[in-house]
């Protein structure tokens, strides 16, 4: 079983709408939580890091459930500009005391007009 | 600017030749890694360093060699490459700090794309 999966999709969306990508994860004692931005050709960017509690940058919602090993992200009133891979990252404690972060394969969305 | 650099920015190689990445990073982090990106897979962390110190290495062959001189500049050397190494070999760095909680995010270069023929 892989240790972090995600649809791959693409999701194709229009303008205006709401979509929702769920990753989960396989390792029980994992620390953090992160979604990451990365557009055609460039580098991966933090979107938001996910906390127990839920937590909303504007358009964007982020949630985990320990329990179920599962972070979602919720992108309302998609924009042309949302139309990137999300990665999810789920960290572990190394043995050392080093943070070592695991990547999703990524969802691609497509907002289209 | 992400603040963190990588050099070459595109490299094409043989089979037997040696060449090196160069990562630097101007954010005063701790901790850098050393990524490969292959096309339709999930980025596969290759080595980390924290305090200049490797602290892991996912049984990455011996053909490529990270090296760490300082905490703000990170190598990977590479030598007898093969064709499927040809991948986009991304750098990161971020502060670690002393709980567990203060896992920071990864700021990553732009990457350098490297064909071997």
């Known amino acids: 079983r892989k240790e972090v999966e995600q649809d791959p999709g693409p999701f194709n969306v229009p303008e205006g709408a709401t979509v929702a990508f769920n990753c989960t994860y396989s390792n029980s004692a994992s620390q953090s939580f992160f979604w990451y931005r990365q557009d055609c050709r460039k580098e991966p960017k933090l979107l938001m890091s996910v906390y127990s509690s839920g937590n909303e940058d504007g358009r964007f919602t982020a949630q985990l459930n320990r329990a179920s090993q599962y972070i979602s992200l919720l992108i309302r009133d998609s924009k042309l500009s949302d139309s990137a891979t999300y990665l999810c990252v789920v960290t572990h404690l190394a043995s050392g005391g080093s943070y070592i972060p695991t990547f999703g394969r990524g969802t691609s969305l497509i907002v289209h007009p | 600017e992400t603040g963190v650099t990588q050099t070459p920015r595109h490299l094409v190689m043989g089979m037997t030749n040696k060449k090196s990445l160069k990562c630097e990073q101007h954010l005063g982090h701790n901790a850098m890694y050393w990524y490969k990106q292959s096309a339709k897979k999930p980025l596969e962390l290759m080595f980390v360093y924290s305090l200049e110190e490797r602290v892991e290495n996912n049984s990455v062959p011996s053909r490529f060699s990270p090296e760490c001189p300082n905490s703000s500049h990170l190598f990977l050397h590479l030598h007898t490459l093969q064709p499927e190494d040809s991948a986009l070999y991304l750098c990161?760095?971020?502060?670690?700090?002393?709980?567990?909680?203060?896992?920071?995010?990864?700021?990553f270069g732009p990457g350098t794309r490297l064909t071997v023929l």
């Open positions: 990161a760095s971020s502060q670690e700090g002393v709980l567990a909680s203060s896992y920071n995010e990864q700021f």
